[in-house]
């Protein structure tokens, strides 16, 4: 099955994607991972890049489009991936539907985390990513998993993105240009809404009774 996860920064998109990748053997599509190694390459587009990330501002649709097909063009995974932070606007959608077409392939499965922006925010002020592993971990929930970390709390780093007025703009654009997003897929046979503001764990496993069935 492809899936889409879909809900605001800080709904635990990535987190869950990661659970479901371990679980499941599914590939992870993060666009937002894409784009920060492309700034990595410290290439022009990824100066581009890493300009419009830093101010919470969407990168183009053209940029995200290609990361996306280069990706599935070269990927071994075939209806086993999960798209993570993409499609962001009603424009990438539409444009994810003719993609997948075109690998003779479908969405299948379209999980939105809903949280309230309340949430949102304590969740991302406290997010560290490590830069090895890139798992994420929170400064305020899981205190005694960032001392163990296995590669070092020393690589657990805050995103430059994860600021309370970059992120509050970020949130703003996601009620603007995804939330329609939602009435896109509304008619999708498998639609599925998930109270996002419950633990990780339980989370995971409301995504594993879905996949599993
Ligand atoms: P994320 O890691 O999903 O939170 O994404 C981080 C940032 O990357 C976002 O705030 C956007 O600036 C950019 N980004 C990620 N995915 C997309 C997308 N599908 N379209 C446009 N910009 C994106």
Known sequence: ???????????GKGTQAQLIVKNHNYF???TGDLLRAEIKKKTKIGEEIENLISKGNFVSDEIVEDLIKSTIENLKFRDRIIFDGYPRNVIQAKK???IVRHFSQKIDLIIF???PRDIVKKRIMGRMTCEKCNVTLNEYFN?????LHPCGKEFLKKRKDDKEEILMHRYDTYMKETKPVLDFYANHDKFN????A???SEISNKINEILNV
């Open 143 to 147: 205190v005694e998993e960032i001392e």
């Open 113 to 115: 985390l809903n949280v």
């Open 96 to 98: 994810l539907d003719e």
């Open 28 to 30: 992870q599509l993060s």
């Open 198 to 200: 419950m633990k990780m």
């Open 1 to 11: 099955m492809n899936v889409i996860l879909l809900g605001p920064p800080g709904a």
């Open 193 to 196: 809404e998930l109270d996002g």
